[in-house]
């Protein structure tokens, strides 16, 4: 690709990635080959880039490995909230701000976590996250459920054509276990304190501190849910499900599969507006709107 820089009216590019290979250059580009030149590659499956000019001279490497033969979208969004800024000239100022209606508000006080407002989900393909155990068969979600209202689904497993196959919903300060098949059980809501999923031949189990429910399945929903992992249309659901109205709002301090930190920032699919990496403190319409 060539590019004339005098006809350029952009200033940002972005792309999808997907290689097996550990090192080498994804693209090079020059004004001068000697003293004007940027590099952005892969050293060691992680992304590197180079820059030199009159200006600077450096090499920064940083962010997950990318050698997984997976697609990686390479401008992330930053989860952060930004104020008491003095941007250059103001005088200088070619167009209008964003409207501060259109950001995401920023809470008075934040902890670390994961923030799902009301209708936002996010979508993990099951292949893309450590698998179950074959002998016996056995698969385990962890949550740390720091704040939660409303009512809506909290996770779910199934397809995009039938999406709760299995489900947790919130609903009335509890959580309710539900099947496909109708089969369903409840637990009071307790913040703060690990819930974990475990799913075994024939039954689900639902474990927060000293309780424990059991949800028995059919030999044929079990069936289905099993044969989840076989497709590429198996998917763990996490808040709102697709055409759901949720009103449901929660804030995880970690998700595991299988032991394992899932990171959100790997999702296939999230909503824009899901607070990846920050949770408001207490739940309140009080916010500040500076960015």
Not at 69 to 84: E, I, K, M, N, S
Not at 193 to 207: E, Y
Not at 275 to 289: A, F, L, V
Request: hydrophobic share 40%; with cysteine; aromatic share 8%.
């Amino acid at each position: 690709m060539t590019f004339n820089f005098t006809k350029i009216k952009k200033s940002s590019s972005s792309f999808e990635l997907r290689t097996w290979d550990p090192e080498g250059v994804i693209f090079y580009g020059d004004t001068n080959s000697k003293d004007d030149w940027f590099v952005l590659g892969l050293r060691d499956g992680r992304p590197e880039i180079q820059l030199h000019n009159h200006l600077a001279q450096l090499t920064v490497g940083a962010g997950p490995r990318l050698d997984d033969g997976t697609w990686h979208q390479l401008v992330p969004a930053l989860d952060g909230c930004v104020r008491q800024g003095n941007w250059l000239d103001p005088q200088a100022q070619t167009s209008e701000s964003t409207p501060a209606s259109s950001l995401r508000s920023c809470a008075v006080q934040s902890q670390p976590g994961t923030f799902f407002p009301p209708g936002t989900r996010a979508e993990f393909s099951l292949q893309d996250i450590p698998q179950p155990h074959a002998e016996p068969w056995a698969f385990s979600l962890d949550l740390g459920l720091q704040l939660a209202a409303g009512s809506g689904h909290l996770l779910a497993l199934g397809t995009p054509e039938n999406p709760s196959w299995l489900s947790l919903y919130l609903q009335d300060q509890k959580m309710v276990l539900s099947s496909g098949s109708g089969l369903e059980l409840d637990l009071p809501l307790v913040l703060g304190l690990p819930l974990q999923l475990k799913l075994a031949v024939s039954r689900v189990i639902l474990t927060q501190g000293y309780k424990k429910e059991i949800l028995a399945l059919p030999a044929l929903h079990l069936g289905f849910l099993l044969n989840l992992w076989a497709q590429p249309q198996g998917f763990l659901f996490l808040g709102a499900l697709p055409g759901e109205a949720s009103s449901a709002s929660f804030c995880l301090d970690g998700l595991w599969a299988q032991g394992q930190k899932l990171d959100m920032d790997r999702a296939l699919r999230r909503s824009q507006d899901i607070w990846t990496h920050s949770c408001p403190q207490i739940p309140s319409n009080g916010t500040d709107t500076t960015h």
